[in-house]
């Protein structure tokens, strides 16, 4: 299976940008996509194939990166963006997701 | 407006079945595949699977082979998840997602059913 590794937690101020990478243990292309889930909710989707903003979406979401290297940026951060944020592959069967990072505000 | 709306929370014993439903709305039902995540408690987001809701036919993720069943009741825009001999860790939020060939991606979901097993 394609492992995803995120880093477990960051803590970023109000304003700031914030950058979280994910990197899969083998190519994906660039089917990677990003969600937000916030405690008690259903993920919600905000970059898919690596940096189209999906609908509906702020831009000061933003993704990039293909084949085994990813980042997503939140730029400036707001205290309403406190959630997890997924990285999800849906290149190699069975699809994956990366363990979350946990966003939290100064 | 796209939903996809989940049946209610459930408690089971250890050996039980329970059957949880989606209900689609806003779309053709039978033009997207529906897919299933699990998510324990305190957990990251697990693929269980999807149905293609045009043919029905199921793929199963290794994990999820053996008790667990999607099927649909197409003519009510619903998919069904049923898990039976329940195990105390099944006990997770159960979520169906509308994939959408485009983009690759489950572009909505469901609120989540809460499954909890115990005896």
Redesign the interface.
Known sequence: DTVLTQSPALAVSPGERVTISCRASESVSTLMHWYQQKPGQQPKLLIYKASNLASGVPARFSGSGSGTDFTFTIDPVEADDIATYYCHQSWNSPLTFGSGTKLEIK | QIQLVQSGPELKKPGESVKISCKASGYTFTDYAM?W?KQAPGK????MGWINTYTGKPTY??DFKGRFVFSLEASASTANLQISNLKNEDTATY?C?RWVRD?????D????VMVTVSS
């Not at chain 2, 983009?103 to 572009?107: G, R």
């Not at chain 2, 979901?109 to 989540?112: L, T, V």
Request: no cysteine.
């Open positions: 897919h995540v990251g987001l697990k693929w993720a290794d979520f997602a983009s690759y991606a489950h572009v979901w469901g609120q989540g």
